[in-house]
């Protein structure tokens, strides 16, 4: 079974429910399994998770932060097309290199600073909002994991996996409909948009339990501390989704 709907986490290299590159959890003796088949490097904590991701959104926050202070929006097409590419790349080739991930936290600084000043041109004071919104969903999902309040246990897992299929294939129904003037009236920011954006950031809050669940695995499956970028990677693209409907759904409201 699926543990996670987020694409970079569900194509960390494993070889069945647990188990990453071929060495099960815990191991013999309690022995880190990457140190007994003797890969270098020491393992994974849960301290490298926390400072690789907070450069990597650091970087991303501050790239951001330049493509609207300089009104840098022509770069964000280009950096929209890197960024999917790196993204692909990362995803696909399933090996934590530092370089991929901040170059592609870089992209996507620019395209969120772009998106975020044409909203805040449109909506002052949305964009703080977006900002402060998405850090305390992240903050309440990150006490909600740990303090065990909700449990990601194999049920709950599929439920997250299948409602983010369902959302993903709904927007992907409207944009296309869009196409021909048409639509599902989820984007339109009538009380039914305003719906379907609680919803989603719901299911992306939801989400970031399964991200949390998938890092404590691969420390306890004692990868090696550069797979910490890789989880890093995989808690951004949860939050730059996370972060985008909450922007969308503020505008909403400003808007009625």
Known sequence: MRTTSNP????????????YAGFPQGGPAGAAPYQQAGVAGRP???DDVVIRTAVTLGLAIVTGALTILFHAWVLAL???IVGLVLSLIIIFRRTPNPALVLTYAAAEGVVLG????????IYPGVAFQAILGTFGVFVAMLIVYKTG???VTPRLTRWIIGATVGAVVVMFADLILSLFHTGLGIRTGSPLSIVF???????AAFNLLLDFEQADQMIRSGMPARWAWFAAFGLMVTLVWLYLEILRLLSYLQRN
């Open 149 to 151: 309040v909700v449990r």
């Open 78 to 80: 280009p950096a929209f």
């Open 8 to 19: 970079a986490f569900r194509n960390l290299p494993r070889s069945g429910y647990g188990d």
């Open 197 to 203: 954006s609680l919803l989603v950031i719901g299911i």
């Open 114 to 121: 772009a998106i975020t000043g044409l909203f805040d041109r």
């Open 44 to 46: 994974m904590t849960i």
